[in-house]
């Protein structure tokens, strides 16, 4: 990997949930002294779970954050991970519902404090980062607002997005209602789609949903593809976290994305439960046939339309 390009190399989606060093989980583990989840460790050293195993091992990570200190470390380690790869910046998804009502393990106000330390401290090594606000697909609409409900009153300047995650369970059309009251609020959107559920999500997220920005999209079809390139719709590609959780799309559709002349651009998701970083990332890519050029293009694509730099309104 050349760190001599002349676009920054950003990590275009990442998880605080899910990012955590194993070394501090082990340590903090101990501390309370916790077991690690089977799956968990089998994710560490390199084994295939299924897909009930890898929400085990995220759920467990997710549980520990349950102060301003953790949230910090968590962020943090963000931070290490994408400075360690040559990278400059990050856009970081988080779930503060999820943490802190359906969960109750944490304030919101001691979820924020964390995130500002971590970013704060994240700048002062030269990087640059943001939060992206993220709601759980398979609560539904209902819960989407809900989310919006508990962060707008005092939403920190730091927080750039609102995206879904989960399980593609409920329709996106559904959800726009609560995807227009976020981009009222100066937020972009953006929505995992095609990845656990059909390609024709990503068509549906875009046309009736509204997003502009396409987390995963892998099982979208040709029309799709050439649907998201006409529009210029980003679309985040992490090859490590595919392989784990849709092992049956092969070969890996990034190259056939690109092109199509879609946006594409690499994230390393989960990289805490199934390590990676971005020099990982790029090698996979190289490993689909992508050469210089088309890893350039990535790299750019992942600097022109990340959030982390993006200036003014959505």
Known sequence: MSHNAPFPLIDRHT???????????????DRRGLGLPASLEALWSGQAVPFEGFIEAFLYGASLLDSREAVREALLAVARRTRAAGGTGFDLWASPHFLVVHRKQI????????????????????????????????????????????????LPAFVKGFSTGGLEKSPFRDWAPVFDRARAAGLRIAAHAGENGPGSNVREAVLEGGVSRIVHGIRADDAT????????????????????????????????????????????DDPGVAPCDLETEIAAARGMGLDDLALARLRQNGAEDAWCLADGPP
């Open 225 to 268: 593809l050439a649907l998201l390139a006409e529009r210029r719709i980003p679309v985040d590609v992490c090859p490590t976290s595919n392989r784990a959780l849709a092992s049956d799309v092969v070969p890996h559709p990034l190259p056939r994305m690109l092109s199509a002349g879609v946006r594409c651009a690499l994230g390393t």
């Open 107 to 154: 304030q919101l106000e001691a979820l924020w404090r964390g995130l500002e330390e971590g970013l704060a401290e994240a700048r002062a090594w030269g990087l640059r980062g943001c939060v992206v606000l993220d709601a759980v697909n398979h609560f539904g609409p209902k819960h989407g607002q809900a989310v919006l409900d508990l962060v707008l009153p005092a």
């Open 15 to 29: 998880h605080l949930e899910g990012a955590l060093d194993p070394t501090w989980v082990r340590h903090e583990a």
